[in-house]
């Protein structure tokens, strides 16, 4: 303790300050391909599971109503929005495209249920994608 | 679970889940923020489904 009599705190923020972050790109790369994976990487093991399941388990129920993995179509704006959203979340989106999932039942009454499924996972993702940089560049305390 | 309710329950955990871990760092914080963000977004899409029966219905 210094002679003033008060706790050294600006020494504790020096140090921890001073330790090794995530490259931010890296982090986000990461996180856009696996859900969670960014969170991983800045420490927040318990944050990252959770986005892992719960988005995996979003595109997973998305694809079993019968959701659509929507190509870019510049002539139908929301069509190529809605593609822009499902690639946000981007291991899915290829491994399922690969798979051949993701077609898109329309006669299937959850067919736009599935569809919501699969657009919402990739825009949640796109949040997280942000959260996980902000972490990496020491935005947000880990 | 393909009912409407059902679905909608589905996915306001889902949503409910991912904002409220992504918005507080505390377990207990983000409990009580997805138990309020699941109420809400149930109760809204209960309460509007009966306003739009009565409006268009």
Redesign the interface.
């Known amino acids: 303790m210094p002679p003033s009599g008060k706790p050294a705190v600006r020494a504790d923020k020096t140090d921890i300050d001073s330790l090794p972050r995530a490259n931010p790109t890296v982090v986000g790369v990461a996180a856009w391909l696996i859900p969670g994976a960014g969170h991983f990487l800045v420490g927040q093991v318990?944050?990252g599971a959770?986005?892992f399941v719960?988005?995996s388990?979003?595109f997973v129920?998305g694809l079993a109503?019968g959701g659509r993995l929507f190509p870019f179509q510049m002539s139908e704006p929301l069509v190529f929005l809605a593609a822009a959203a499902e690639w946000a979340i981007a291991l899915p989106r290829i491994g399922a495209a690969i798979l051949g999932h993701g077609q898109g039942n329309v006669v299937a009454?959850?067919y736009e249920?599935g569809n919501?499924?699969l657009i919402?996972s990739g825009l949640?993702n796109a949040?997280?994608v942000l959260?996980a940089v902000d972490y990496a560049r020491g935005r947000k305390d880990v | 679970m393909?009912t409407h309710l059902g679905?909608m329950i589905?996915?306001a955990a889902?949503?409910s889940?991912?904002f409220g871990?992504?918005l507080r760092d505390v377990?207990r914080d983000q409990l009580r923020l997805a138990g309020r963000l699941f109420t809400g977004l149930v109760a809204g899409a209960y309460v509007l489904g009966w306003v739009m029966f009565f409006a268009f219905g």
Do not use: E, G, S, W
């Open positions: 318990r944050k959770i986005f719960v988005l388990a979003m129920i109503f009454i959850t249920y919501t499924f919402v949640l949040l997280i959260d | 393909t679905v589905l996915f889902c949503v889940i991912v871990t992504l377990p």
